[in-house]
């Protein structure tokens, strides 16, 4: 593989190597590292879009957060498709489908949880028509929480993603994903709740505080411990 | 309700009392008068939503229409029908093809059959679903597997 200086548009490891021998503009590779490199840099994706992070994921392929840069493209089949990003809300209706295109994806592939909704159900999960999250049905890689996950999140999915294609191939340990809510992920923003314009009381703060954000027991004395400190600066800050 | 509407009504349908906002017809009446506003210009169909009492004396079920016209500021003409445990009612569809799939919804989602309906299967819930999700028997934690 030639290389040379003035042409290098794509980034890899060897290329910095081979940089810095004088003289060298030839080199050789295994296969595998090829096939690899190729891998990880065109993961497909395929939106199972099925509500607000669907929206969500659209922007993320727009030109401010541009995943081509990464090699992803989404697809509509999901026969071309990589990756399925699960973005959005699964009702019972819908899983069923959701299994049948998993299925109709060709091996290997690889499933991202995208949003509250994909990897736990949300606010949502203890209603009679949703799948309280996509990983009760497919093997989930990477877990993007947020409500939306903006696209810079996404992009940072993908990147992990890319890093565990990587070291899967190369043959090492790679950490199966926990659910953020289980691995004590930072919880949503206060501000998404209260204090828009300043005319909550404390009494009100104080209940969005232990309001607990998926009616779990164990999760709420979570939030409350840890965002009592976030909660008493916002207080000293509003001057009450 | 204009003059002319409130004159055809009263002739027609003489037990009804035309002063409530929301007209309490008997279920045999509500194709009628689906017709009889709709000759009158009451071409728009806006809703139908059914809504389930249970009580001391068995279920009741409650099924609400609006019709309008299709006029900028027109008022709308909204009436309902009390049935009684085992709810079905004549299917607004052969007038109103756009009755289709709100019917299909409350047949889904309350369980009120309309009899005349030309597809009544479920609209929302899957085809297999068991059970109707807004009567206020149901358990909103049902297990329906695999999925929960
Ligand atoms: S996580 Fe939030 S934004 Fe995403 S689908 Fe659920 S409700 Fe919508």
């Known amino acids: ?240 | 309700m204009d003059a002319t509407l409130r004159e055809a009504l009263a002739a027609r349908f003489p037990a009804v009392d035309l002063d409530q906002d929301v007209l309490l017809v008997p279920a045999a009446d509500h194709y009628p008068l689906a017709a009889l506003l709709k000759e009158q210009g009451y071409t728009l169909y806006v809703t139908v939503a059914a809504s389930h009492h249970p009580g001391p004396e068995g279920d009741a079920f409650e099924v609400a229409t609006v019709l309008r016209r299709p006029v900028r500021g027109a008022p709308s003409v909204a009436w309902r029908v009390v049935l009684g445990a085992d709810p079905h009612l004549q299917s607004l569809y052969p007038l109103f093809p756009g009755a289709d799939l709100q019917e299909r919804e409350q047949l889904d989602l309350v369980g009120v059959r309309f009899d005349g309906h030309p597809n009544p299967v479920r609209l929302m819930l899957s085809e297999d679903w068991v059970g109707h999700p807004l009567r206020k028997d149901y358990a909103p934690n049902m297990p329906h597997a695999p999925w929960r």
């Open chain 1, 1 to 240: 593989m030639a290389v040379d200086q003035t042409n290098l548009s794509y980034e890899h490891p060897l290329y910095a190597t081979m940089d810095k021998m004088p003289g060298i503009t030839v080199a050789t590779t295994t296969v595998d590292m090829l096939l690899t490199w190729g891998l990880k840099n065109s993961l497909w994706t395929f939106a199972m879009a099925t509500s607000c992070c669907g929206i969500e994921f659209m922007h993320a392929n727009g030109n401010r957060t541009d995943l081509d840069q990464m090699g992803s493209v989404p697809r509509p089949s999901p026969r071309h498709a990589d990756v399925m990003v699960m973005a959005g809300t699964i009702t019972v209706k819908m899983a069923p489908r959701i299994l049948r295109l998993w299925e109709q994806m060709p091996e290997p592939k690889w499933c991202i949880a995208m949003g509250s909704c994909a990897i736990s159900g949300d606010f949502y999960r203890d209603m009679y028509s949703v799948v309280p999250g996509i990983d009760t049905m497919i093997p989930v890689d990477v877990y993007i929480p947020g409500c939306p996950p903006n696209g810079d999140d996404l992009m940072a999915g993908l990147k992990r993603l890319q890093e565990k294609v990587e070291a899967q191939r190369a043959g090492r340990w790679v950490e199966p994903e926990g659910r953020p809510e289980t691995a004590k992920a930072i919880l949503p923003a206060l501000g998404r709740v209260i204090d828009r314009d300043g005319t909550q009381t404390e009494r009100q703060l104080r209940a969005c505080q232990s309001m607990g954000l998926d009616g779990n027991e164990h999760r709420q004395s979570d939030l409350v411990a840890k965002s009592a400190g976030l909660l008493s600066n916002l207080l000293k800050l509003k001057g009450r």
